[in-house]
């Protein structure tokens, strides 16, 4: 795909939605870093229920740790895997309050020393929490980048720095966020949407979902001739 029209399908998507932004909800980069943790292999909805009633007693490393394991894992037993991801945020505050003064660090390298934070995560508290220009890539923006041809790439990696190189630098920042939504709700896995894709002239996946007709009209008459004879006779 070429830079015009990589150029046009950012614009597009920013027009359409100027202020793009996770749908986790949060108040402070803890609280994100803790929501993105819960979130891997969960919804954004089962986790946004779990911490809205968590962070109402606990929204820091000092006082997630308090709780400990057990603690935690009431609040968050609805989302998969909570066993595993409740140990994960206790040692993760653990080292924040030990290490990083109970502050969430700015940088990648410490970030993925967190337990149950890997590249993605750090890059979504990088560019979320902290403005970096870095992309995270999940399911939804690996498919968008190879079924639309925009950064074609046969793992998350290789399509990440696909991204970084052929996107627009004033786009940067929000293109993580453009992405997943566009791959959320528009170019989902099975069916997309292609009919009411504000970059379907642009995209270059070949086998488009058609526009869905609509079934033609009949008259009651030809789909219930009994009915029409009937009534024919009462006439005569």
């Known amino acids: 795909m070429n830079r015009k029209k990589i150029s046009a399908i950012f614009e597009r998507l920013k027009a ?21 943790i819960l979130s891997a292999q969960a919804t954004d909805k089962s986790v946004n229920l779990a911490t809205r009633e968590l962070y109402k007693h606990a929204n820091t490393p000092q006082a997630i740790l308090a709780l ?25 505050c653990k080292i924040l309050v030990e290490q990083h003064g ?38 939804h923006i690996f498919r968008v980048s190879n079924r639309t041809g925009l950064a074609p790439g046969d793992n998350v990696r290789m399509v990440e720095d696909h991204l970084l190189k052929v996107v627009p630098p004033k786009y940067a920042h929000d293109a993580h966020h453009w992405l997943i939504l566009h791959g ?32 033609e009209k009949r008259s009651i008459f030809a789909t219930k001739p009994k009915l029409a004879r009937k009534l024919g006779k009462k006439r005569a």
């Open 184 to 215: 959320r709700y528009t170019c989902i896995a099975r069916k997309p949407k292609c009919p009411e894709c504000v970059i379907l002239d642009l995209c270059e996946y070949e086998a488009k979902t058609p526009p869905e007709t609509q079934p």
């Open 16 to 36: 359409a939605n100027p202020k793009p932004t996770t749908e986790l909800e949060y108040s402070t980069p803890f609280e994100l870093l803790i929501a993105v």
């Open 68 to 92: 400990g394991v057990e603690g935690l894992s009431r609040y968050i037993k609805t989302i998969g895997l909570f066993n595993t991801k409740a140990k994960n945020v206790i040692a993760t």
């Open 102 to 139: 109970g502050q969430v660090p700015e940088s990648r390298e410490a970030l993925e020393a967190l337990p149950g934070v890997g590249r993605k995560t750090a890059n979504v508290i990088l560019n979320t929490a902290f403005g970096h220009p870095t992309i995270a890539v999940d399911t």
